[in-house]
Antibody
Framework: QVQLVESGGGVVQPGRSLRLSCAAS????????MHWVRQAPGRGLEWVAL????????YYADSVKGRFTISRDNSKNTAFLQMNSLRPEDTAVYFC????????????????WGQGTLVTVSS | QSALTQPASVSGSPGQSITISCTGT?????????VSWYQQHPGKVPKLIID???YRPSGVSNRFSGSKSGNTASLTISGLLAEDEADYYC??????????FGTGTRVTVL
């Protein structure tokens, strides 16, 4: 069965960096775009970033552009989110999610989600 | 990338039907038929219930239905059950090749 397992969350001071990982199993990872979505405590969902199945197309939300970098290693079935210059407003549970359509970044919907990893930015 | 607009809360009695609206712009909902809906129970991971405006993934109850008109998408839950009490989020693909979520709607079963 499809599984997505995030790791790398924790408490970090403002201005510091953190790298999240999303280990995938149960499907052909190299065929699907992957996304990061976050949810601040008690708040709604916010889309963060997407990377195409082969890593050739990458898009970010304006709120993280220039600070976050999404990447993937298809040989290890893993997606990553490098978060630099972290701010208190980046505090959230970060989910990785699979795009439901293979081989395209168009019209994404999220058919599988990980359990999320909590990132807390605080001094 | 402003969030899509949803009502903060909607309520209904068991057995009733409710509709949640999701309003965007001509660069997201109004441009593509790439609207999806998610159900999230407290402390749980979001679950896909509608994709491409109106299609239900396998295993999702046919009490959930989706539609779209212009810049507004809608999710209707018919035959409301206690288990439908949750938060619901719409999302849409945009002309910038990004994705935007709605503000979220809390559904309460009276």
């Amino acid at each position: 069965q499809v599984q997505l397992v995030e790791s790398g969350g924790g408490v970090v001071q403002p201005g510091r960096s953190l790298r999240l990982s999303c280990a995938a199993s149960g499907f052909t990872f190299s065929s699907y775009a992957m996304h990061w979505v976050r949810q601040a405590p008690g708040r709604g969902l916010e889309w963060v970033a997407l990377i195409s199945y082969d890593g050739s197309n990458i898009y970010y939300a304006d709120s993280v552009k220039g600070r976050f970098t999404i990447s993937r290693d298809n040989s290890k079935n893993t997606a990553f989110l490098q978060m630099n210059s972290l701010r208190p407003e980046d505090t959230a549970v970060y989910f990785c999610a699979r795009s439901g359509r293979p081989y395209t970044v168009r019209g994404p919907f999220f058919d599988y989600w990980g359990q999320g990893t909590l990132v807390t930015v605080s001094s | 990338q402003s969030a899509l607009t949803q009502p903060a809360s909607v309520s209904g009695s068991p057995g009733q039907s409710i509709t949640i609206s999701c309003t965007g712009t001509s660069t997201d909902i109004g441009f593509y038929d790439f609207v999806s809906w998610y159900q999230q129970h407290p402390g749980k991971v979001p679950k896909l219930i509608i994709d491409d405006v109106r299609y239900r993934p396998s295993g999702v109850s046919n009490r959930f239905s989706g539609s779209k008109s212009g810049n507004t998408a809608s999710l209707t839950i018919s035959g409301l059950l206690a288990e439908d009490e949750a938060d619901y989020y719409c999302s849409s693909y945009t002309t910038s090749s990004t994705l935007v979520f709605g503000t979220g709607t809390r559904v309460t079963v009276l």
